[in-house]
């Protein structure tokens, strides 16, 4: 081989090296939005199932239609907004324009965080309540500088001459600017057009600070999604917004520029032909275009306001974490109109409450969030007599719930579970080890490299103070610099801290035992059948944590009749069974359990015994400065 | 004797403090081919664009056949534009092009389509109809833009560089085609050029122009015979431009030799400029000559040989003759005592030419 063709070779290696690179995790989701099984590492058959999940999401659709009219007026306002503003700069002196043009460029480069968190003080500087119309200004406000940016050099080309030369042929200023000046720019401005509804689209940064109740778009609603694991109607959905925003693109920089033949020569008729095809294309692309746009943004708007009503109830809930029909049925059954908000971590939930800029009427925080919730005085005290279905709570979760709860007068129960070990049975037997049944089995060397714990604070403190003997609300800082010491010497026998590969690690075989929410246990024994080992989880003997997400309402609820029939009608018990058979979280509804097969009954995973909790905490809010003291200490885990 | 369209009456006008023109008078006759000669950055655009109404002066008024119009928009004007880019609409047909105008004033379709034929044909370009402005040459548009233009029935026909952007041989020929279109029309036309020989060419009247203002006023062989200073002399076709002594009537000193000439009433001994130009200078055998030199270089230029005669002062004439004088040749200078232009030296650089020949 001579050197030329070496180099010829090296060079496409790279070239499909560097494709390869940008497209394959794209590609990687592509093919997963078709995968029968939920896994992210099994294959599992080809099925449009989640493509059909997703158009029948009321959740998906209500974002999608927020998504596409937003995405519309944004690019539209814009659109005019920005030629006028390009048209008025084209015209200043050098300095001025240069200035102007500065100006301009400065928000598209400034970080869109600060952006986003800029124009969310103003909003509420100004007393403007966060909602659609917030979300709508300020996908107008980011835009504009990318229209200006695409009609400029449109302008520019377009010789300032052929405005006077209308003039001079007895036009009007504005005459002239429609018949002329306008139809010369066009293309700038609908590639303008399109690529303000492009970045509209695509916007999460500026949408999720300047959002309010209710409102979502695709991008927060994929991102208040995650938190659970990523349902594959959200890669469905994610490759459906690529294709969308890549189709914009292909059109947007479709040829626009068809006139630059040679002055001099007058075109062969072959390249008048071809100009001709290609303008013809673009046309018909155009077209096609703003057609699928505007039929998009009228079919969501007629499902929107085919199911708008007035009396409404806001509701702030994990993603993933009801089933929706429930939604819909609780909707039809009150003539209750429900807007159902998500949030990812109780930690970014808490602000949202705190700062009142939106009234959520019922809201699902986890123990020792509610604790500081009733602490910090921001809860309702629920009138049960509304509730006459809390009958159906077993009492033994109200009495555990009084670790944040104490006279259980704010909250009611919702799901709950433990943290546990996870072993894989067949290469634990393999590595001559016994099956864990204590936290300090994760410390035996035979499971070196074998270990996955999880990468968050309180759970990977949990799994050493339990073993010290001490609780898992220790504020101690003798006893907290004892589990740290524990935790650094477990280190080297550690393959990863992890959150949610901890589920597709197992799955995948690649670890022997794991630190993992009982929660998961369900969908996990479901995806390990027929596989050539058995997952199973134990509580260790030391005790646990036992976790509770409870409903609770917020004093500046605006609804709370409607957030206690919301939350008595979860507490049916068919309600109760089809959001657990939903979420696969253990239920503490007792008319749900008794509903279940004997097989769940008995799975101790999902509903231990109560005697193997006996050791069982829940967390609780342990105050800032205790918060701190573990951070600091975690961090000095995870450094070493 | 034809009166006065368009009066330009001490108008002034300044860009961000430059001064572009200042004080300026100009008055052109009805049915005229007037060119504002000069280069670039003499205001000769400006003057153009403030008769158009695209820009206002800051001073002084234009009338237009009698009314002032001073503030008027241009599209309420009586004249049209030709514009030095053409400024076709490019997402229009030819015909759409040259109806623009005529369909602003919603003037009947059978009017509208006779105007097209009539104009197309007036071009020679009968049958572009619907053709694209991008399948069009230089030329082709050029004629097209003149088309679009005088469809209207302008009194005045505004011409801003138009042939700039063509060859010389197309240039050449457009020059015809504007006569023609001038004659046939019968419409004053104004137009801009920094091209002297396009000027003479085609012009009824050259204005020369230079950092605002006029220099010098009249027909093209007034203009290139008796340039009333250095600038329009040299702006003019080539010269040589020499220091001299007028010492008395009829007779001046350049370099210590004395050469009779047919100018009067420059008074005795006062320093002037004076003008030969280089195909009036014969050269002679060194003994006949006035001035003697040595021939320094030597071009073949097609129609004529362009020589360099250096004088024992220094100055070198340039000299054109059909005549060959070799590199090295001692020869003598003779001119014609009527090819000899004298002019007052100026007192300053832009020093406005006095009085404006009629």
């Known amino acids: ?73 944004a690019a539209l306002v814009s659109t005019v907004l920005g030629t006028v503003a390009a048209i008025g700069i084209n015209s200043m002196g050098r300095l001025p324009k240069t200035i102007t043009m500065g100006v301009n460029n400065i928000p598209m480069l400034n970080s869109e965080i600060v952006t986003g968190i800029s124009l969310m003080l103003a909003f509420l500087a100004f007393g403007i309540s966060l909602g659609f119309k917030t979300i709508l200004l300020s996908h107008i406000t980011f835009c504009i500088p990318y229209v200006i940016l695409s009609v400029m050099p449109r302008l ?37 057009f399109l690529l303000a509804f492009t970045m509209s689209l695509d916007d999460f940064i500026i949408t999720h600070f300047t959002r309010g109740a209710g409102i979502n778009t695709l991008s927060t609603l994929i991102y208040s999604e995650v938190r659970r694991g990523i349902k594959p109607s959200m890669y469905a959905l994610s490759t459906v917004i690529f294709l969308t925003v890549l189709a914009l693109l292909l059109i947007t920089n479709f040829s626009p520029e068809g006139q630059e033949v040679s ?129 159906q709570i077993d009492p033994e979760y109200l009495e555990r719930s009084k ?84 935790l650094i010497a477990q280190k080297p026998l550690v393959q990863a801290y992890v959150i949610d590969q901890v589920r597709d690690k197992m799955l995948g075989g690649e670890a022997a035992v794991g630190v993992i929410y009982s929660g998961e246990m369900l969908y996990l024994q479901e995806l390990a059948e027929g596989k050539d080992f058995q997952l199973e989880y134990v509580i260790p003997k030391e005790g646990t944590n036992l976790w509770i997400d409870s409903w609770v309402i917020p004093k500046n609820a605006r609804n709370k009749e409607n957030a206690e029939k919301w939350i008595n009608f979860l507490c049916r018990p068919d309600i109760a069974l089809r959001n657990f058979e939903y979420i696969t979280y253990a239920t503490p509804n007792r008319g749900a359990f008794d509903l279940l097969d004997e097989e769940l009954k008995q799975n101790k995973a999902l509903f231990p015994d109560w005697d193997s909790l006996e050791n069982a905490e829940v967390y609780q809010y342990l105050g800032d400065e205790a918060d701190s003291l573990y951070n600091e200490l975690w961090k000095e885990v995870k450094s070493k | ?50 008769i158009g109404g695209f820009e206002r002066p800051d001073a002084g008024t234009v009338i237009f056949d009698g009314q002032d119009i001073t503030s008027l928009p241009p599209n309420k004007r009586q004249l049209n534009t030709v514009f030095q880019k053409y400024a076709l609409f490019t997402h229009m047909t030819i015909a759409e092009n040259i109806a623009f105008g005529l369909k602003i004033k919603n003037k009947p379709k059978s009017y509208i389509d006779d105007k097209i034929k009539y104009a197309l044909k007036l071009v020679n370009l009968d049958g572009f109809e619907n053709r694209s402005v991008a399948s069009l040459s230089g030329g082709q548009q050029q004629r097209i833009a003149i088309a679009r233009a005088i469809v209207n029935e302008p009194r005045v026909l505004l011409l801003d560089e138009p042939l700039g952007a063509l060859d010389l041989k197309l240039r050449q020929d457009m020059q015809y085609e504007l006569i023609r279109l001038k004659n046939e029309l019968g419409i004053t036309f104004i137009y801009v050029t920094h091209d002297q020989e396009e000027a003479l060419t085609m012009s009824d009247t050259i204005v020369v122009m230079n950092q605002g203002y006029i220099q010098q006023m009249g027909s093209p062989e007034q203009i290139y015979n008796e340039p009333e200073n250095a600038f329009v002399a040299d702006f003019i076709g080539e ?52 001035l003697t030199g040595v021939c320094t270089h030597l071009i073949f230029k ?57």
């Open chain 2, 239 to 290: 010269s040589n431009i020499v220091p001299g002594v007028m010492l008395r009537d009829e007779l001046v000193e350049i370099f210590g030799a004395k050469f009779p000439c047919v100018d009067k009433g420059f008074g005795v001994n006062r320093p002037v400029d004076v003008v030969i130009r280089p195909e009036d200078i014969d050269l002679v055998e060194p003994e006949k000559g006035t």
């Open chain 1, 1 to 73: 081989m001579n050197r030329a063709k070496l180099k010829r070779l090296i060079q496409d290696f790279y070239l499909v090296f560097v494709l390869i690179f940008l497209y394959a995790p794209i590609l990687t989701m592509m093919v997963l939005s078709f995968n029968t099984s939920k896994s992210r590492t099994d294959w599992g058959g080809f099925t449009l199932d989640w493509y059909v999940q997703m158009f029948q999401s009321s959740t998906i659709m209500d974002a999608l239609y927020n998504t596409l009219l937003i995405a519309f007026i």
């Open chain 1, 263 to 391: 002055r001099g020569l007058p075109p062969t008729e072959a390249e008048k032909a071809k100009k001709r095809r290609l303008e013809t294309a673009r046309k018909a692309l155009l077209t096609a275009a703003s057609f699928c746009v505007i039929l998009a943004v009228s079919f969501t708007t007629y499902r929107h306001f085919a199911a708008a009503r007035s009396n409404e109830l806001y509701v702030y809930n994990w993603g993933e974490y009801i089933d929706e029909t429930v939604i819909e049925e609780f909707e039809k059954e009150t003539g209750i109109d429900v807007v159902y908000d998500l949030f990812e971590t109780n930690e970014e939930m808490y602000p949202v409450i705190e700062a009142g800029g939106v009234a959520y009427d019922a809201v699902c925080p986890s123990d020792y969030m509610i604790q500081k919730m009733i602490e910090n005085d921001l809860l309702a005290e629920i009138d049960f007599e509304n509730i006459p279905n809390i009958d």
């Open chain 2, 302 to 358: 097609g129609v004529h040989y362009e020589m360099e005669v250096t004088t024992p002062d220094g100055f070198e004439w340039l000299v054109h003759s059909t005549d060959l004088c070799p590199v090295g040749k001692t020869v003598g200078i003779h001119v014609d005592p009527f090819d000899i232009q004298i002019m007052n030296k100026p007192e300053s650089e832009d020093e406005e030419a006095v009085g404006v020949n009629e």
């Open chain 1, 403 to 486: 670790a944040f709860d104490p006279e259980n007068k704010y909250s009611v129960p919702y799901t709950w579970g433990t943290v546990g070990i996870l072993y894989n049975d067949k290469l634990v037997e393999e590595l001559g080890a016994k099956p864990p049944e204590s936290w300090l089995d994760l410390w035996d060397e035979k499971f070196a490299g074998e270990i996955l714990m999880q990468d968050s604070v309180r759970d990977a403190f949990m799994c050493a103070l339990k073993p010290l003997g001490y609780s898992l609300n220790s504020t101690n800082p003798e006893e907290l610099r004892q589990a740290r010491d524990l």
């Open chain 1, 156 to 192: 520019k080309q377009t010789s300032r001459y052929t405005y006077e030369a209308a003039m001079d042929l007895g036009a009007g200023p504005v005459q002239a600017f429609f018949l002329v000046v306008l139809p010369d720019i066009m293309p700038g401005v609908l590639s303008g």
């Open chain 2, 1 to 50: 004797m034809a009166h006065p369209l368009i009066d330009l009456v001490h108008i002034s006008k300044a860009y961000d403090g430059a001064t572009v023109l200042d004080d300026l008078s100009l008055s052109v006759k009805e049915n005229t081919f007037v060119t504002l000669l000069g280069p670039s950055g003499c205001g000769k655009t400006t003057t153009l664009r403030i």
